[in-house]
């Protein structure tokens, strides 16, 4: 995940990644980033790496991406007919954040591919926030409906302690950039 504070550059640690890794650029300042986000998904093309846009479809679909990254409060309040039917129309990926249950259902209920559940462990992104911890994550992960990829305080050391089989991915800022 690209984050304007800690990794204003992704390009290094995109890089890094395996072909076939999954990229969220969050680029919620509109026009700021333009050059970036150009840059962003030639890198994502020429190293064969799915890069899906955080929350502006129109930003999506100038790039090119693969899909499109709904943040839980615009998947629940927000004007979703345009983004959707870009997403079904072009065939794209949607995947949509979620902080507890009820959120996993309206990513269900929106046909999403996979929904990002955090956060997970202590992330210093949201210090002193509520974690869900590896109990709870199960659970919800095991009643979700849907893939679940695990975001929030994952680095090498944490990843083993989710429940086996229980995320269909894993998602960082930092931390999970080498296997």
């Known amino acids: 995940m690209t984050d304007e504070v800690r990794l204003p550059d992704p390009r290094?640690?995109?890089?890094?990644?395996?072909?076939?890794?999954?990229?969220?650029?969050?680029?919620y300042i509109r026009g700021?980033?333009?050059?970036?986000?150009?840059?962003?998904?030639?890198?994502?093309?020429?190293?064969?790496?799915?890069?899906?846009?955080a929350g502006d479809w129109r930003l999506a679909a100038r790039l090119g991406a693969d899909g499109l990254h709904l943040?839980?409060?615009m998947a629940r309040h927000g004007v979703l007919a345009p983004a959707l039917g870009w997403v079904r129309r072009c065939r794209r990926l949607?995947?949509?954040?979620?902080?507890?249950?009820?959120a996993l259902?309206?990513?269900?209920?929106?046909?999403?591919?996979?929904?990002?559940?955090?956060?997970?462990f202590t992330?210093?992104?949201?210090?002193?926030?509520?974690t869900l911890g590896v109990l709870r994550f199960?659970?919800?992960?095991?009643?979700?409906?849907?893939?679940?990829?695990?975001?929030g305080g994952l680095d090498r050391r944490s990843r083993r302690r989710l429940p086996p089989g229980s995320a269909a991915g894993l998602a960082a800022i930092s931390g999970l950039t080498t296997p």
């Open 123 to 130: 992330t210093r992104s949201h210090p002193g926030a509520p």
């Open 94 to 102: 949607l995947l949509v954040a979620c902080h507890g249950d009820n």
């Open 138 to 151: 199960g659970l919800m992960a095991r009643r979700a409906g849907l893939p679940v990829i695990a975001l």
């Open 32 to 53: 700021k980033d333009d050059d970036m986000a150009r840059a962003v998904a030639r890198l994502a093309r020429r190293r064969r790496l799915v890069l899906v846009v």
């Open 71 to 73: 943040p839980e409060a």
């Open 12 to 27: 290094c640690a995109m890089t890094r990644l395996p072909p076939g890794t999954g990229v969220l650029l969050r680029a």
């Open 105 to 120: 259902g309206r990513a269900r209920t929106l046909g999403a591919d996979a929904a990002l559940l955090s956060p997970v």
